[in-house]
């Protein structure tokens, strides 16, 4: 019914950047928020940022807080994190969390498949 999909990860040196897109299809009445996540190698999956739809506003975990920005895009259901001064710790698979509704009572809760974001010299 909704389909996830994220983009833009890749290898990248300590320091650099990144820009990863997520787009939420398929037969949406409404965004609630899309969010961000990341799993590292033997690790639990954790929350990076949410952007709230209703009210434009982004949120961020403190491990990511003045590095990453979260944005909306000018596309319906898009939602954009750039990341910066990355370091070897951000190594993980990033993963797009998008909540809403397919219609007015019936809501979603929906993830992609990831992709991964690898920090090395």
């Known amino acids: 019914q909704v389909q996830v999909v994220e983009s833009g990860g890749g290898l990248v040196q300590p320091g650099g950047s990144l820009r990863l897109s997520c787009t939420a299809s398929?037969?949406?009445?409404?965004?609630?928020?899309m969010a961000w996540f990341r799993q590292a190698p033997g690790k639990d999956r954790e929350f990076v940022a949410r952007?709230?739809?209703?009210?434009?506003?982004?949120n961020y975990s403190d491990s990511v807080k003045g590095r990453f920005t979260i944005s909306r895009g000018d596309a319906e259901a898009t939602v954009y994190l750039r990341v910066n001064s990355l370091k070897p710790e951000d190594t993980a698979v990033y993963y797009c969390?998008?909540?809403?509704?397919?219609?007015?009572?019936?809501?979603?809760?929906?993830w992609g498949q990831g992709t991964q974001v690898t920090v090395s010299s």
């Open positions: 969390n998008t909540r809403g509704y397919l219609t007015s009572s019936e809501n979603f809760d929906f």
């Open positions: 398929g037969d949406i009445f409404s965004i609630v928020h």
């Open positions: 952007y709230e739809w209703s009210t434009r506003s982004p």
